[in-house]
Nanobody
């Protein structure tokens, strides 16, 4: 059974940084794309970032481009989201996700992902 657990969320001020972590159990992440999504209260789930299985490609949502960075540590079965220059509009529950299919490319949509974590809350105060 594949399980994802996010951590690292919290309450920060505008301009601060946070690093989210997601640990995966039940299978190696080495051959799977990994992604981060977020959902603010009353809004739809939004794509944040994805990294392909070989770490040769990363892609970001327009609202976080240049401020957030996704990375992965395959031996540790972890994926990270470094968030810099945080803004109040970044406030949301952040979810880690991975597809069922190996070597999945271009995983930009929530429908591309099959396994999800429970989420971690990030709150940015102004």
């Amino acid at each position: 059974q594949v399980q994802l657990v996010e951590s690292g969320g919290g309450l920060v001020q505008t301009g601060d940084s946070l690093r989210l972590s997601c640990v995966v159990s039940g299978r190696t992440i080495a051959i799977y794309a990994m992604g981060w999504f977020r959902q603010a209260l009353g809004k739809e789930r939004e794509f944040v970032a994805t990294i392909n299985w070989g770490s040769t490609m990363t892609y970001y949502g327009d609202s976080v481009k240049g401020r957030f960075s996704i990375s992965r540590d395959n031996p540790k079965n972890r994926v990270y989201l470094q968030m810099n220059s945080l803004k109040p509009e970044d406030t949301a529950v952040y979810y880690c996700a991975t597809p069922r299919r190996a070597f999945y490319a271009d995983a930009y949509n929530a429908s591309d992902y099959d396994y999800w974590g429970q989420g971690t809350q990030v709150t940015v105060s102004s």
